[in-house]
């Protein structure tokens, strides 16, 4: 079965640790994107991408950075410079530009928390 | 621009009972619409969808959505609640303007009592 896969599902980082969230998608779509969410905000954007190597910063892009070598893959790594990295990560794929009605697909989420 | 409005961050229902959930849109250019579903700790599930097509859109789980662009709605019902619908529910829209990107409303929590 097609769909996105995000791990791991539970993620505890030390004070000043970077550390990475994968995303890997079997969908062959072209758009891939990373959310954060937090209770009663909604989703935000943090970065996205419509082809592979190239991506673009979204709403909230301090203090994460990502890499897209793969189409498959969106790898998310949250660094030491993100003051708040507490909370609910997920990736999504769509068709991208050229598909808009179609909308994108999730994955499961991964939660982080700081210790 | 583009931005989604909910109104009410918490509904709460009984089982039976209608599900009515309202969500407004700012779009400078024709928008697509959504609402997905998201059950604890999971990720977010497409209920339905309206794409310029017709304007009552059916989805999944016996939900409806009805686009007025008179009134810049797009709101969610469901003629009975079932205590399985109790979930987090998120309208967003898409378009042109910000090239096809989804933004999220802040979503609504439903509560479905017995």
């Known amino acids: 079965d097609g769909g996105i896969t995000q791990s791991p599902k539970y993620l505890f980082r030390k004070e000043g640790q970077n550390v990475t969230l994968s995303c890997e998608q079997n969908l062959n779509h072209d758009a891939m994107y990373w959310y954060r969410q937090d209770p009663g905000q909604g989703l935000r954007l943090i970065y996205y991408?419509?082809?592979?190597?190239?991506?673009q910063k979204g709403d909230i892009a301090e203090g994460y950075s990502v890499s897209r070598e793969k189409k498959e893959s969106f790898p998310l790594t949250v660094t030491s410079a993100q003051k708040n990295p507490t909370a609910f990560y997920l990736c999504?794929?769509?068709?991208?530009?050229?598909?808009?009605?179609?909308?994108?697909?999730f994955g499961s989420g991964t939660r982080l928390t700081v210790v | 621009a583009q931005s989604v409005t909910q109104l009410g961050s918490h509904v709460s229902v009984s089982e039976g009972a209608l599900v009515l959930l309202r969500c407004n849109y700012s779009s400078s250019v024709p928008p697509y619409l959504f609402w997905y579903v998201q059950y604890p700790n999971q990720g977010l599930q497409l209920l339905l969808k309206y794409t310029s097509a017709a304007t009552l859109v059916k989805g999944i789980n016996g939900f409806e959505a009805e686009f007025k662009k008179s009134e810049t709605s797009f709101h969610l019902t469901k003629p009975s609640a079932h205590m399985s619908d109790a979930a987090e529910y998120f309208c967003?829209?898409?378009?042109?303007?910000?090239?096809?990107?989804?933004?999220f409303g802040a979503g609504t929590t439903v509560t479905v009592r017995a």
């Open positions: 999504a794929s769509s068709m991208g530009r050229d598909r808009p009605n179609y909308g994108y697909t």
């Open positions: 967003a829209v898409s378009s042109s303007s910000n090239d096809y990107k989804l933004s």
């Open positions: 991408s419509q082809i592979v190597n190239d991506f």
